[in-house]
């Protein structure tokens, strides 16, 4: 089958955004390694932790920091302001000025680029491996060195509100997205985009940033992963003198707290019209526990769950929705469980034209409701396993994709060990847990259904801009 | 931009221009110095690199041909056969197909490009036999039940319609259309609503016949596996596939002559402006200086002109770049961004100011060595996966490289002159621009092309 339509109805809320727009292949994530060594681990004096993911295959080497604050550790009111920073990040220092870094970069035959998510916020550059040590005296330089002109954070600004554009206000199931988790969240931060909302991205400045940036980058707030053809001893070394040298900030909590849900009540709906909708869709995203906040057995009971439901050709909704009866192009179910708070199970349909809404959701409740009641066929079970720990494997193919991994694992609230133990968390799900899963979270009560629809009101006139 | 989503899949379905996209960068040393030119025992060819580092097995293929062999009325026949492939063959329905594929995590896919019927395969290596037996029967012996190729059909027409109100992709269509007008490669792979509605199964079947052929085929494997048995698998896969392909041939073509401007109008608030005109084709001896100097001004990175320009300076984009594509029957360079609709006209200006600059004064000496600098060392860097090696060893072969091409490239690289460059520069883009506009505001779009200019100049 096409993949065309998987991606079309991905879950957008994961969305990490980067500085610059890359056209790099999405990878096959998988949670962890298998087979191989696990990574060596250790932490500097001045509280940065530091993984070391040895890959002798090619000469190149991947640094990635992750700073443990996203969009979701924003102050009210100045929503994209994580965002925000992460762009004005490639504005020099004293020490190097703006340019320097990203030319150097490119000068080595580098890459680099940098990302946004609720929970963390990452820059990387894949080198030479002879360059580590370089680019580490870059990164360490800008973790606090970082100078801001408005001639630079105004067009930059600019650049966001392109990027919004671009994301978001040219894209109507983005923008169902937004209203989704909004009405999702009625109290946790994850509720606001990680882009921000227009009105605030537009009156952000410097001063919003340098503050932001002075409350939250600081050694003991952040993750160094280094993924390549390098040993942790020669790592050690190198981070001790460049990171190691940067002041740790005591003031920072260890923890982060933000306001919680309270149980949800009722199931809640919001509809989308836009005119330039030409294939209507429906999603309903569930409020679930994520890997860091479910009991033991369960994130990974969710992640068996949603494979079964909607990962592939023979997965219940592509089958119940999409093969035997014809109502939608299309069906997928998604659980992103790397999240410090609780996190979102997402089923997404496209109806055929002239199938209702009411129809495609009469089969998606009566595929939970079965999945609820009954236990799950073993070798459905079966299938869905050797899926899900193959991309732990495949995963080892690639070092940026491992970093990425254990970055925004180790970002979430999870360890080393959680990581690389999930294969074996998902081999020990059982069918009963699969079933408990669907009955207790994929309770209506714990959603928000959400509609795409063509606008056919013929409306003109412009707001803004 | 990554998401950790298990549904991923990799692909490419940006698929608005996707002549040829792979970055011109090679393998590391190493891998160069082990890439193997296997010959099977029943006489099948494929470039090969053995590694065990980690147990998996990743195959790239292509047979010619691709979407030029879709005919005339009827584009996106070879889209249609590529998403069908896998729904059912030989003994197996496609629920058992898909069964087969997922209980084993085999990753099977296709692709009709501009001019490549392109596959991937990636399994385990304990699960090998199975994932070559699978693709040996979806080659030889596809079903195309007519409820299957309806139910792939109506996603194919579900993603077009999409396409007509999504601002890159009408873009690209209408790029594509002005650059080639009736040649095959004005069209688009996946094909338009009303071409897809007229396939007909004997259609797929037909495609099937003429274009999966031995004697175009080219492969390239990297991975956990021995020559020997892969010559077997090989043979056991493809050796059931007719000896000769039989294509329409394809003429060459020139892109349409820069300048021109075609505004599509669409009620976005971000306008999305495609650029570009005839590029070089990749056996032309100027090539890399072209490639060069592409890079200087719009390549990737954080530091193009065009990234200082539009970007970085005025704030008037979050994406522009630039790339040539180059093709069996033609080239071109293709160049997009997105800007607020009030501003289009003063992004496209600033654009074909860079690119007039360019044409006029060639790069720096400093711009020069520097791109060198970063084509040379970029080399490895692209090649870090068992799957992007595979991608670029096809690659290299659709582009008739020789096999140690990795191990010439940097000399090519270092022959580049500034004054190459400038030729280079002067011939891509000495002629302006074939500009496409999507969006709002046709008072700011719609102006006559660069070389008659508007009475009033000024937005």
Known sequence: ?465 | MINFSTNARRFCFAAVTCLTMLPLSAAPSQAAAKIQHLISPGGIEAWFVQDATVPLIAMEYAFGGGATQDPADKAGVGNLVADTLDEGSGDLDSSTFHERLDRRAIELSFASTRDYFRGSLRMLKDNRDEAFDLLRMSLTSPHFDSADVERIRSQVISGLRRDTTNPSALAGRKFLETAFGDHPYGRQAAGTLESVARIDIADLKDYVRRVLARDTLKIAVVGDIDPATLGQLLDKTFGGLPAKASLTPVPDVEAAKPPQRAFVPLDVPQTVVMFGGPGFMRNDPNFMAAYVANHILGGGGLSSRLYHEVREKRGLAYSVSESLLWADHSALFIGNTGTRADRAGETVEAINREIRKMAEEGPTQQELDEAKSYLKGSQMLSLDTSSKLASALLQYQNDRLPIDYIEKRNAIVDAVTLDDVRKASQRLWGQGLLTVIVGRAPQAAAQPAAATPPPTAKN
């Not at chain 1, 190149?60 to 994580?82: F, N, R």
């Not at chain 1, 050694?219 to 390549?228: C, D, E, R, S």
């Open chain 1, 1 to 465: 089958m096409t993949s065309r339509l998987r991606i079309a109805v991905r879950i957008a809320s994961t969305l990490a955004l980067t500085v610059v727009p890359h056209l790099a292949s999405r990878p096959a994530m998988a949670q962890t390694t298998v087979t191989s060594d696990p990574p060596a681990s250790f932490t500097l004096g001045n509280g940065l932790q530091v993984v070391v993911i040895p890959d002798h295959r090619t000469p190149v080497v991947t640094e990635m920091i992750w700073y443990k604050v996203g969009s979701a550790d924003e102050t009210p009111g100045k929503s994209g302001l994580a965002h925000f920073l992460e762009h004005l990040m490639f504005k020099g220092t004293a020490k190097h000025p703006v340019g320097e870094f990203s030319q150097t970069v490119l000068r080595i035959g580098g890459n680099e680029n940098a990302f946004t998510s609720f929970d963390y916020t990452g820059y990387f550059q894949r080198v030479p491996r002879e360059q580590l040590a370089r680019m580490m005296e870059f990164e360490a330089d800008r973790m606090t060195g970082l100078i801001l002109k408005d001639e630079n954070v105004l067009p930059e600004r600019d650049v966001v509100l392109e990027e919004y554009n671009m994301r978001v206000a040219n894209n109507p199931e983005a923008r169902l997205t937004e209203q989704i988790m909004a009405a999702l969240y009625l109290n946790h931060p994850y509720g606001r985009p990680v882009i921000g909302w227009h009105h605030e991205i537009e009156k952000l400045g410097r001063e919003d940033a340098l503050a932001f940036y002075r409350r939250f980058y600081a050694p003991n707030n952040a993750t160094l992963v280094i993924a390549g053809d390098v040993e942790a001893a020669e790592v050690r070394t190198m981070a001790e003198q460049s990171f190691g040298q940067v002041a740790p900030q005591p003031a920072i909590p260890a923890q982060r707290i933000r306001p919680q849900e309270p149980e949800p009540v009722a199931p809640r709906t919001v509809t989308l019209a836009d005119p330039k909708v030409e294939q209507p869709t429906v999603k309903r995203y569930y409020l679930v526990p994520s890997a860091a906040t479910a009991a033991p057995a369960e994130s990974a009971a969710l992640d068996v769950l949603a494979q079964l439901m909607g990962g592939g050709s023979n997965s219940y909704l592509y089958r119940a929705l999409v093969v035997d009866k014809p109502l939608a192009v299309g069906a997928t179910a998604g659980y992103q469980g790397t999240s410090l708070d609780p996190t979102q199970f997402v089923i997404s349909a496209a109806p055929r034209p002239g199938v209702e809404f009411s129809q495609v959701e009469q089969v998606i409740d009566s595929v939970i409701a079965d999945v609820g009641k009954n236990p799950v066929h073993a070798e459905d079970l079966e299938r869905v396993k050797t899926q899900l720990i193959a991309e732990a494997i495949y995963a080892q193919d690639n070092q940026e994709a491992l970093a990425r991994w254990y970055g925004g694992a180790l970002t979430t609230g999870l360890s080393i060990a959680d990581i690389r133990s999930w294969p074996d968390r998902i081999r020990a799900v059982t069918a009963d847990q699969v079933r408990a899963a669907a009955q207790q979270w994929l309770d209506k009560k714990r959603s928000v259904t959400g509609y795409l629809i063509k606008d056919t009101a013929a409306k003109r006139e412009e707001k803004r801009s």
